[in-house]
């Protein structure tokens, strides 16, 4: 949603309007003008990776823009390792998506100015990895996947131990010994109560 | 309508102008130089994802930005 600023209300209602902002909201005008200005590839990445590319005007460097305001240039060999980190940013306290589209916008038309005046943490060559191991989306689902394997096998061995067969073996074989909890113990008792006529089934 | 907009703590600032009165420009045109004379650059949007950085106050560009001054961080 576009901030229409009225200059027709008096100075001590722009400064408080200013002052009342919220930093999220804030925030979320930067989001929203940075998303106006990105081509529709760069939303795309944006929106699934919260970063995006540019390529250098200069150099046809390809730089690799995070969400945040802090050395969140990566610059990238032609293989996609990350060759250094670069940082600089307008002056002033700016929402995150101004400072991204700021950094976007010099570095596709003047990059080398920018970068003339920007600090680095030095080339890194190919020792630094170009990208975690994962991307946060495959963490996610990742640790999912496996949360739903330990919930699978807990309530395998869950049913299995204090199950209903496992709570009628209990009460069975009342005051003997917890080796009579096994599992082989309890296999056995499944196969037993399955037998008409059978007896007990620790016998 | 075209449009300037300025990068500020409050996300940013937007002021509306009608190229095609003489007014509207002349007050865009001042508000321009202002900004690009306290440091500011200028970009104008010219297509989806491009954009271009002006010295020059250009009353047809339908959408300006103007940037704080950039610093090492």
Same mark, same amino acid.
């Given at each position: 949603?576009?901030?229409?600023?009225?200059?027709?209300?008096?100075?001590?209602? #722009?400064?408080?309007?200013?002052?009342?902002?919220?930093?999220?909201? +804030?925030?979320?005008?930067?989001?929203?003008?940075?998303?106006?200005?990105? +081509?529709?590839? /760069?939303?795309?990445?944006? %929106?699934?990776?919260?970063?995006?590319?540019?390529?250098?005007?200069?150099?046809?460097? #390809?730089?690799?823009?995070?969400?945040?305001?802090?050395?969140?240039?990566?610059?990238?060999?032609? %293989?996609?390792?990350?060759?250094?980190?670069?940082?600089?940013?307008?002056?002033?306290?700016?929402?995150?998506? %101004?400072?991204?589209?700021?950094?976007?916008?010099?570095?596709?038309?003047?990059?080398?100015?920018?970068?003339?005046?920007?600090?680095?943490? *030095?080339? /890194?060559?190919?020792?630094?990895?170009?990208?975690?191991?994962?991307?946060?989306?495959?963490?996610?689902?990742?640790?999912?996947?496996?949360?739903?394997?330990?919930?699978?096998?807990?309530?395998?061995?869950?049913?299995?131990?204090?199950?209903?067969?496992?709570?009628?073996?209990? #009460?069975?074989?009342?005051?003997?010994?917890?080796?009579?909890?096994?599992?082989?113990?309890?296999?056995?008792?499944?196969?037993?109560? *399955?037998?008409?006529? +059978?007896?007990?089934?620790? #016998? | 309508?075209?449009?300037?907009?300025?990068?500020?703590?409050? *996300?940013?600032?937007?002021?509306?102008?009608?190229?095609?009165?003489?007014?509207?420009?002349?007050?865009?045109?001042?508000?321009?130089?202002?900004?690009? *004379?306290?440091?500011?650059?200028?970009?104008?949007?010219?297509?989806?994802?491009?954009?271009?950085?002006?010295?020059?106050?250009?009353?047809?560009?339908?959408?300006?930005?103007?940037?704080?001054?950039?610093?090492?961080?």
């Amino acid at each position: 949603m576009l901030h229409q600023r009225s200059y027709s209300q008096p100075r001590w209602a #722009r400064v408080l309007d200013d002052y009342c902002l919220s930093p999220l909201e +804030s925030e979320e005008r930067g989001q929203d003008l940075l998303r106006q200005w990105l +081509s529709p590839e /760069q939303v795309e990445q944006y %929106d699934k990776y919260q970063h995006f590319e540019v390529v250098g005007c200069d150099t046809g460097t #390809r730089y690799r823009i995070l969400r945040g305001k802090i050395m969140n240039i990566v610059e990238l060999a032609a %293989d996609g390792r990350v060759t250094r980190r670069w940082c600089f940013a307008p002056e002033g306290t700016l929402a995150t998506g %101004d400072v991204m589209l700021a950094q976007k916008i010099a570095l596709e038309t003047f990059e080398l100015n920018a970068l003339a005046i920007a600090n680095n943490d *030095g080339r /890194q060559g190919a020792v630094f990895p170009s990208r975690s191991f994962l991307d946060i989306d495959e963490l996610v689902w990742l640790v999912l996947a496996f949360a739903c394997f330990v919930t699978l096998v807990w309530s395998f061995f869950f049913t299995v131990f204090y199950g209903p067969a496992s709570s009628f073996a209990i #009460r069975r074989s009342s005051g003997t010994s917890a080796a009579k909890f096994s599992f082989l113990r309890v296999l056995t008792m499944r196969r037993t109560v *399955g037998d008409p006529g +059978s007896g007990s089934c620790f #016998r | 309508m075209a449009i300037q907009i300025v990068m500020d703590q409050t *996300g940013d600032t937007r002021h509306q102008f009608d190229p095609s009165d003489a007014a509207d420009v002349a007050e865009a045109e001042a508000r321009f130089n202002e900004l690009t *004379g306290a440091g500011f650059t200028a970009a104008e949007r010219t297509g989806r994802g491009q954009s271009k950085v002006v010295a020059k106050f250009d009353p047809a560009a339908e959408e300006t930005l103007f940037i704080p001054r950039l610093k090492g961080g």
